[in-house]
């Protein structure tokens, strides 16, 4: 299996190789939480200076959202409709977007409730 990632910048020094993109192969497929994990613990994530960065993770949905000050990422949605993911084939595209220093719990509060579609 094939995880392409982006990320937001974090600083404007941090533009100069924006989208930051990187493919992590892994051997069998993994679940959205293991590629998820994965990516947190290959320390793609930058560190911030006071570490308390806030990240969501999303592939066609909103799937997790990262905290620096966390030890796990947050799931969202772990069993969510595979045709709604961005992938294709063998390739799973994840991007995380970067909240600064706001407060994880409210990015995950916020994304919890987020309605893509019209009731």
């Known amino acids: ?48 200076a006071g570490g308390l960065a806030t990240w969501s993770v999303a592939s066609g949905i ?15 949605f772990l069993t969510g409709d595979e045709k709604t993911l961005d992938r294709s084939a063998n390739l799973l595209r994840l991007h995380f977007s970067y909240f600064a220093q706001r407060e994880p719990d409210v990015v995950l509060d916020v994304l919890t409730r987020l309605s893509l579609r019209a009731h």
């Open 62 to 76: 909103p799937i997790a959202v990262v905290a620096q000050q966390w030890k796990e990422p947050r799931m969202l």
């Open 1 to 48: 299996m094939n995880i392409y990632v982006t990320r937001d910048s974090v600083a404007a020094g941090d533009d100069v190789d924006a989208p930051h993109a990187k493919t992590f192969a892994t051997p069998q497929p993994l679940s959205l939480d293991q590629a998820v994990r994965l990516i947190v613990s290959s320390n793609y994530l930058p560190s911030i």
